[in-house]
């Protein structure tokens, strides 16, 4: 495996971009001018999570979690070009995702391959959807949209709930927590988003 290279700046608070440099026994993170600012050793990963988490500012973004014994980081596709402007760099993203997964599958067979959100965030996440989702059903029956003409009204709140129902079973389906397998799975994580 070559080395794969992805650039990004998270947020202001960086003054360049920092680089991600993929090798097949290590993951390596430098600074703008070059520095090397950390290693982590593939064999040393017990966990990789990957998730599509979009956000308010950040619609597409994508998340590679790595855990190890002792420490945690996040990595996305999301780059920091200006208060409240990020540029979508899956592109170059995923085939630093794909290089990791793999790295960390020959390194570390017993490591875990995690896709979606952290289990107990996301019963708590599908609890609330439900619950608004419910208020809005029964806000919409109970409030009449077009006075004095019930089947457009009737029409018109149907056509509200049908229209938000894929969009609510499509998030569930994509953010459920999985394992997926590192071989045969990961495209097809990949394409949640």
């Known amino acids: 495996?070559?080395?794969?290279?992805?650039r990004r700046r998270a947020s202001i608070q960086e003054k360049?971009?920092?680089?991600?440099?993929?090798?097949?026994?290590?993951?390596e993170y430098h600074d703008a001018d070059g520095a090397l600012r950390g290693v982590v050793p593939f064999d040393r990963v017990t966990r990789v999570r990957l998730?599509?988490?979009?956000?308010?500012?950040?619609?597409?973004?994508?998340?590679?979690?790595?855990?190890?014994?002792?420490?945690?980081?996040n990595l996305s596709n999301m780059h920091?070009?200006?208060?409240a402007q990020?540029?979508?760099?899956?592109?170059?993203?995923?085939?630093?995702?794909?290089?990791?997964?793999?790295g960390v599958h020959a390194a570390n067979p017993n490591a875990s391959f995690r896709a979606g959100e952290k289990p107990a965030y996301y019963v708590f996440l599908l609890a609330f959807v439900l619950v608004v989702y419910?208020?809005?059903t029964l806000v919409l029956f109970t409030l009449p949209v077009v006075p004095g003409n019930f089947t457009i009204s009737?029409?018109?709140?149907?056509g509200i709930i049908l229209v938000s129902l894929p969009l609510l079973l499509a998030?569930?389906?994509?953010?459920?927590?999985?394992?997926?397998?590192?071989?045969t799975g990961l495209e097809a994580v990949l394409s949640a988003r």
């Open 1 to 6: 495996m070559e080395e794969i290279e992805y």
């Open 16 to 27: 360049g971009e920092t680089v991600w440099r993929a090798f097949p026994d290590r993951l």
């Open 51 to 73: 998730a599509f988490a979009p956000g308010r500012l950040q619609q597409k973004r994508f998340l590679m979690e790595l855990s190890g014994t002792r420490s945690q980081f």
């Open 80 to 83: 920091f070009k200006g208060i």
């Open 86 to 102: 990020f540029e979508d760099r899956t592109d170059t993203f995923f085939p630093l995702v794909r290089a990791v997964v793999a």
């Open 134 to 136: 419910a208020l809005l």
């Open 154 to 158: 009737i029409l018109i709140k149907l």
């Open 171 to 183: 998030w569930g389906i994509h953010a459920r927590p999985r394992r997926f397998d590192p071989e």
